[in-house]
C-alpha cells in the first residue's frame, strides 16, 4: 500500500503528468494507493473510487468515472462551486510596488538567492509570481515584507524607498502580508480569534493605554470596538468559530486562513502580498478567497500573488512573472499561454522576451 499526501504540490505540469502515469503503473503491478488530494482533476485523472470527508466526518463514496466533476465538489464543499474565477478586464493606475534589482545571498551560501530581481505592480492589477518552490520566491516575499535583510536593489512602494524601514513601517505604509506559512507568521496560535485580529494594530490607542492593551473592550458588549469588529470580520469573511474567543489553535486550518485573509484585507493596504493563499484548502475556500483577492483588485488596489498552483497562477492572475533560480525570465500575459507553456519556463527550458541571458 503507497500513500501519497499532496504529492503535486510542487511540481510542473509535466511533473504531474510523468507521476500520474507513474501512479498507473504501480496499479497495474497490483499495489494499492491511497491518493490524498483536494484536486478534482487528479482525482478524475487516477483515481477509481473517491471518498468525499467534510468537516471530519464521512460524507460518501462515488465511482470517479461516472461522477462529474461538479458532483464531487458539491459533495466537498456541501453546495455548488464556480469554478470558473469571474473577473473584468484590470483597471490599470499608477505604480504601487517598484522593485529594482533586488540582491540577497544568505551568510552560508556562496550564490545569489535573488538576482537582480525588477518588477512592478500597478493598482487595480494582480501580478503573479509563479516557479517550482525554492526557486527564490520565498526569500523574495520576506525581503519585501521585511523579514529578511536583503543585500542590495530598492524596494519603493507608492515610490518611497521602503528597503530599510522595519516591518512594522512597511505595514503603516501600505502593505498587507498574507504569509506562506500560517502558523510561523500569520497567527499565534494560543491567542484567540479578537487578540488574532489586532496584531498589526494593538498599538493604536484604540487597543491601548500606556502600553496596557484594554482587555475588557475585547469580551464586553458587541457594541465595544474590539468585540463587534471581531463579530464583523468573522461574519464577513465566513470564519467559522464559536465566537471570538476562541483560540486560533482550535480553528480548522481554512478557518484560520480565512481570518489572516479578514485581518490583512480589513488593514485597507495600498498592496495586497497574498503567498500560496489556498494551499491544502478545499475548492470552497478556494473560490471564496479568490473571490476577495480579486475584489482586493477591483477595489484599486495593487496583488501581488506568490503561487505553486497552476490553476490559481492561469486564472487569478492578470500579469505571470516566473522566477528561475532567483531570477525573473519571463514577463506573460495568462489569456496567451497554456499551463504546458507555462511549465517550460518555470523548469528553465524557456525564457522570455527581454530575460535571455
Known sequence: VLIFDEPTAVLTPQEIEELMLIMKDLVKEGKSII?????LNEIKAVANRCTILRKGKYIDTV???STPVEKLSELMVGRKVNFIVEKDEPKLGDTVLEVKDLCYKPAHSS????NNVSFDVRRGEIVCIAGIDGNGQTELVYALSGLIKHNSGQILLNGEDLSHDSIRSRSLKGMAHIPEDRHKHGLVLDYNLAENFILKNYFDPKYQNKGFIKFDKMY????QLIDSYARKLMEEFDVRAANEIVPASALSGGNQQKAIIAREVESNSDLL??????RGLDVGAIEFIHKQLVKQRDDNKAVLLVSLELD???NVSDRILVMYEGEIVANLDP???DEKELGLYMSGSKRGEGYEK
Do not use: R, S, Y
Not at 111 to 114: D, E, G, I, R
Open 35 to 39: 491518493f490524498i488530494t483536494h484536486k
Open 111 to 114: 550564490k545569489n538567492v535573488l
Open 312 to 314: 490559481e497562477v492561469m
Open 63 to 65: 465511482d470517479v468515472a
Open 335 to 337: 489569456k496567451q499561454i
Open 273 to 278: 502580498i497574498a503567498v500560496q493563499p489556498t
Open 220 to 223: 464586553e458588549t458587541a457594541n
